[in-house]
Every structure is written in C-alpha cells, then in structure tokens.
RNA sequence: GCCCCCGUAGCUCAGGGGAUAGAGCAUCGGUUUCCUAAACCGAGGGUCGCAGGUUCGAAUCCUGCCGGGGGCACCA
C-alpha cells in the first residue's frame, strides 16, 4: 500500500466543503460555526456593527454587513466596508448616498474615529487609540490574549500523517503530519474537541516485503540489538532487488516482487507464522516512527492502522451489497457514480478488499465511537477523487450527518519541480533531513557568534546543552514553518537553502524577535507576571506603537480564518507582519530609555503581549521558542 | 479520451470581486557610542499565460485557446 501522502505530483484542489454560505462573491464569512463572534475580533465587531447599521435599511444585511475588508493602504484607515456600491445598485440610489446613510446608523462613536467616505463608496474606518489601548489592556490580562474560546464545541477528528509503517518515513510525510498537527493544535485552542488518529498503512505489501526479507536475510544478532534497523535494513534490501528485477521484464512477473506479493496474502488469509511475524514486527516499527513524532512534538490520541479495521470489511462490504449501494461486477464489488465515471472496487474478484472498503470501515467506527461533526483528512491532493467517491459512498451508507473534508496539499517537488528524490532516486528519509535542519542551525549559531564577536558585541555564550536545544528549536522550526507558511493546496518545491534560510518569513525570524524581546526583560530584570496581571493601559502615540498594537489585536480574527479554511500559512503570515512591526517598533521606540517610566511600562507591556503572541502563534503551528539564540 | 488543478517580479510564493497588484530571496545603495546586526532603512524590477465576456469595478468570476502537472476498476 502506499502511504497516504507519499510524495508525490501535484496539484491544488479547491475547497470541496463549505463551511459558510457565501451569499455574495468573496464575502467573507460573518460567523464560524461555534466561534464566539466576542472579545477582540476587531473584523467581527464592525462586521456586526455595520449589520445592525443596515438591519431596517436593505434586505439581507448581514450579507452586505460582512462586506469588511482590512485595508490596503493604511492611509485608508484600519478596515474598509465595500457595502455601499454594490447596495447603490439594490437601493436605486448613488453610492455615495447609500454610504452616507450607513455612516448616520453606525454606531460605533467609542470604537473609530468618524468614518470616512472615499473613491466610489469605501466607508474608512480607523480606530481610536484610545480604545485600542483599552483592548490591548484586557488581552494582557487574559491568558487566551483576548482571543475568543468556541460558544459551540464541535468533535473533529482529524486523520493525518498515516505513514506506512515497515519502512522509514520520508520527507513525503512531512506535510501531512505537520499540516496536520498545527490544525490539531488550531482547533483546539479555539475550544473545540479534537481527536487525532493516525490511519497506519500497517497491512499492505510493504508487510510482505518485510516478511519475505525477514525469511530471506535476517541477521539474528543485529534483530537483538537494534531491531528498527534491522527492520529497515530488511525493507531496503528487499525494494532493491525488486528494482534490480524490474529494469529486464517491466510486465513479466518479478520473482521477488511476486512472492513478497504472496507474503501478503498469507498475512491477509490469517497464516499462522506470518500473523505472528506481523505482531513480532509492529512495535518495532511503531517506536521508529513515534521516535520522530516526539522529536516533531506530534502526538496522537490515537494509531488505528488498516490492520485494525481488517476484521470489518467483509461486513462493509455486505451492507453495501444488502443496501443496493454496492453491485457486482465481472468479479469483484463495485460502486458506481456517475454513468461516465468508473466504479471504486471494494472487494477484487481475488477476494482482497482495498483501501476504500478500509475507508468505509474507518468512517463507520470512527462515527459510531466519537460521534464527530466532522472529520478532516490531511492527505495528497492527488487523492481527491478517491475521497470523493468515499464522501458519496459513506453518505448513501448513511453517514451523510457528519462533515467529511479532505484537507488536500500539494507535492513536495525536486528544483526540478519532478517529485522530490535522493540522488540515488530514492525518498529522502525525514529523519535525515531533520538532522540536516539541526546541523545547519547550529552552524548557523557558529558563524553569527563569530560575527558578532568581531563587530565586538556581546555574545550570549551558551553551554553545550543549551546550545544544542537552540539548534533543535531552530532547525526544525524552519523546517516546519517553510512547510506550513505556503499555501497548502500549493505544490511545494523543496529547497534546502529556503528551508533552513534564517531570514525572510521564516521560523527562524519569530524565534528572533521573540529573543530580542525577552532580551529587554532580562537585561532590565523586569518581572513579566505585573504586565499580565494588572497591565497598565498603554500609550499608543508613536505610529510604531499604534502599529503594532492593532496588529497584535488582529490574532482573533487571524485564527478564525485559519481555522474556517483550514489554512495554518495565514498564521505565519500573520506573525510576520507581527514580527515586522514589531521590528519597526524595536527601531523606533526605545523601551528602557524612554523619556519616562509611564512609557517604559507601556513599551515593556508591547513587548510581552508581543512575545505572548508570538509564542502561542508558533505554538499553534507546532514550533517551539528559546530565550537566547 | 474524460475529469481535476496550476500559470502573478530573475527565483520562491502571497493575494481568489474593491482604491496605485504585494512579500521574501537575489541585485544595488545605506545604517551599529543605542534594549541581541540571525536586525533595520532605501532603490530598481510585473502586459497577473493569451483572447473574449460579465460587472460601477476583474489578477480574482464565465467561455475559449496555449503551456505545465495530476487522476481515471482489480496498487494503496
């Protein structure tokens, strides 16, 4: 079997649910199912805001209500409503009338400044500092940073990484597995239930090739002392001569590639020596992969392979069949579509169920044992159309109650934007390239201490055990955040350089800003703790400071979109427009030498709700911070 | 053959009805008696693949074409 999410060609698929009625194009969503529409969310309070403007004055206001977007141009103001040209047109009135009337309703005088009519009928908004730093006030008080838990807690389950086990894991199973972590993590800040589940492929050919390599080529002493390498010793040796057989005869049978085949067999029909080599072999290959989800800091609640669901299929099948939803057909057991579409199997004429009547399985326990709202598949793209002839076939089966969305991604390519490969063709293992990351994090310390020791700076001299947790830290947040900062549905041309690049929009860049900024606390041996719990309202008159606290109250609405489309690069996006102002700011205002210590106090509670912020942005991507680097 | 996706700056990518299309890298120029220079500031660089259409408004929606990729019973 392949892994769900071997690496792959590519392509982006588009959304294939819909969490929200879009009643005009582009519109953004007014409401998440089950986020609170409170606290901080600076879009949804003038969402409301200008809703309850036009309830009375246009048919569907909520649908021209949410029509707010931020501004391009700052000098435009913080937020734009787009309303008044498209209801001109409803209305039978000019544009400029129409956003007159709104700004008369709109009761927001605490809130922004007087709106501003400009162009063609943009109503400009720009909040008050003063209330700003009100808000700004009761997000340090608040361990959520003002962002808003979940009125209505849905159950998610959400299947991801899904790795063959047997074999090592390679870069193709990066995406999934932090794609899929950071919306694990997502969710569940924002309140809701989330249940991960590894979908091993633990019962497929790769079994065989391990059985048939165990037989053939084991070496005892090296299966006692470190039996994962020997399993994966095994697997490599066995694909090799596969490959070595596969150049001759393409169609004729592969000696080697048919018995691992017949290996497989046994294991499915229930042969006693290869059920018990199968439960010798499994938490073998289980600590090699949990080995790398700790090191990733992945964690599932829980790892029910396609082993698991074994025992189940004929009776999927059966129901299928009992309900008219499933035929046969010259052999085997199909489901049909459409009339141009060609069926899913899910039993060959040989017998062998596939990977959809496993699926059907999964969605079935899945339903009956956690109830889900939804489940989430964090898979290739180039699935799509096995999903959705899954989602249409578990639907007529009855689970049409339950929201079923394949989180799709793009492929990992090459430079060559072919399908990434080692020079010798072969995946790249991912613990190798984690290890890669790690090293030239370090090497990365190295040289920039040299630097600054010759511009004669102070240089943080870390001990051995620290230094090798900054190089961890770094090293495999720049290799997440190069991930998880594209677009997902994107292909993903891997590149070492870009990946573990310090600079830019990279993990690298937010572990930074966030040293700097723990750097001014310790350097003036201020407590962090009175900042969070009586934080005093601060001063927003510098462009820079104003800046970064509008920025900082956008976290809300950041994450809200992040979790509506399932999207974790709209957080990195969001942290780097954070990190950037909080540069500018940096630049700009000086916190420990400000003219007084009022401004001190406001500067130093900027820097830690920006640090908060920062901290908990990469956490909800899977990426950890050091104090000095 | 049928279906799906993509084409935006030299490169890698954001933006997917709204104001003059953005960022990083690369290139060029500048910044350190100052809280970490793994930083900051500035400059150049685009016919948003092409052509029609819808719209007050299109990189964005529709149609066609060109180029690239993927998927399409007995692998998963």
Not at 266 to 284: Q, T, Y
Request: aromatic share 8%.
């Amino acid at each position: 079997m392949l892994p769900r999410s071997c690496p792959a060609l590519p392509r982006r698929e588009r959304r294939q649910q819909t969490l929200h009625s879009a009643a005009l194009p582009g519109m953004m969503p007014l409401s998440f199912p089950g986020v609170q529409r409170t606290g901080m969310n600076l879009l949804s309070l003038l969402q409301e805001k200008l809703t309850a403007a036009l309830t009375g004055l246009v048919p569907h206001p909520e649908t021209y209500g949410a029509l707010v977007r931020p501004t391009q141009d700052e000098r435009h103001g913080d937020y734009q409503a787009n309303a008044a040209m498209p209801l001109a047109k409803v209305l039978g009135q000019k544009p400029l009338d129409v956003a007159r009337r709104i700004v008369e309703r709109l009761a927001l005088d605490d809130v922004v400044e007087p709106p501003a009519i400009a162009g063609p009928g943009f109503i400009n908004f720009r909040f008050r500092s003063d209330w700003l730093a009100r808000q700004l006030q009761a997000a340090a008080a608040d361990d959520r940073l003002g962002v808003s838990s979940t009125a209505r807690p849905r159950t998610v389950v959400i299947d991801f990484s899904s790795p063959n086990v047997a074999k090592p894991m390679h870069v193709g199973h990066l995406r999934s597995t932090i794609i899929g972590d950071s919306l694990t993590r997502l969710l569940r800040f924002l309140g809701h239930r989330v249940i991960t589940d590894n979908h091993l492929g633990d019962w497929g050919t790769q079994f065989g090739m391990l059985l048939y390599g165990y037989k053939h080529y084991r070496n005892e002493e090296a299966l006692r002392t470190d039996p994962v390498r020997e399993m994966a010793r095994l697997y490599v040796k066995v694909r090799q001569e596969i490959a070595a057989g596969e150049d001759e005869a393409e169609e004729a049978a592969n000696p080697v590639a048919e018995a691992c085949r017949q290996e497989t067999a046994k294991l499915h029909a229930g042969d006693e020596e290869n059920v018990r080599l199968w439960r010798l072999f499994m938490p073998w290959c289980l600590a090699d992969i949990e080995r790398i989800y700790r090191r990733l800091d992945v964690r599932f609640d829980h790892t029910l392979g396609e082993s698991f669901y074994h025992p189940m299929l004929a009776d999927v099948v059966q129901s299928l069949l009992d309900r008219g939803i499933a035929q046969k057909s010259e052999g085997a057991v199909v489901v049909w579509f459409g009339a141009n579409e060609p069926p899913a199997l899910i039993r060959k004429k040989d017998g062998a169920f596939t990977y959809m009547t496993t699926d059907l399985a999964t969605i079935r326990y899945r339903v009956e044992t956690w109830k889900p709202d939804a489940i989430l598949y964090v898979v290739d793209f180039r699935q799509s159309l096995h999903f959705k002839n899954l989602f249409d076939t578990a639907r007529r089966w009855g689970y049409d109650q339950v929201e079923l969305v394949h989180v799709s991604f793009g492929s990992v390519l090459g430079p060559d934007r072919r399908p990434i490969k080692t020079r010798e063709g072969g995946a790249i293992e991912l613990e190798q390239l984690l290890d890669e990351a790690v090293a030239r994090a370090e090497q990365q310390y190295e040289r920039t201490r040299e630097e600054r020791l010759a511009r004669g700076e102070e240089v943080p001299e870390l001990g051995a055990d620290e230094r090798r947790q900054v190089a961890e830290t770094v090293g495999l947040g720049a290799v997440k955040y190069a991930d998880l900062s594209q677009n997902r549905e994107s292909d993903y041309v891997f590149n070492w350089d870009k990946m573990l690049a310090m600079d830019g929009n990279t993990a690298t860049y937010m572990q930074y800003a966030y040293v700097r900024n723990r750097g001014i606390f310790r350097k003036s041996g201020a407590a962090v703790e009175p900042f969070r719990t009586e934080p005093p309202e601060p001063t927003l008159t510098h462009p820079a400071e104003r800046a970064l606290a509008l920025q900082l109250l956008r976290f809300s609405e950041t994450l809200q979109a992040a979790a509506i489309e399932y999207r974790p690069h709209l957080i990195c996006g969001y942290l780097w427009e954070l990190a950037k102002s909080y540069s500018v700011f940096f630049q700009n205002c000086p916190v420990l030498r400000a003219e007084t210590s009022v401004l001190t106090r406001s500067r130093l509670l900027l820097c830690d709700l920006t640090a908060r912020t920062i901290q908990r942005g990469l956490d909800l991507l899977g990426i950890r911070t050091v104090e000095r680097m």
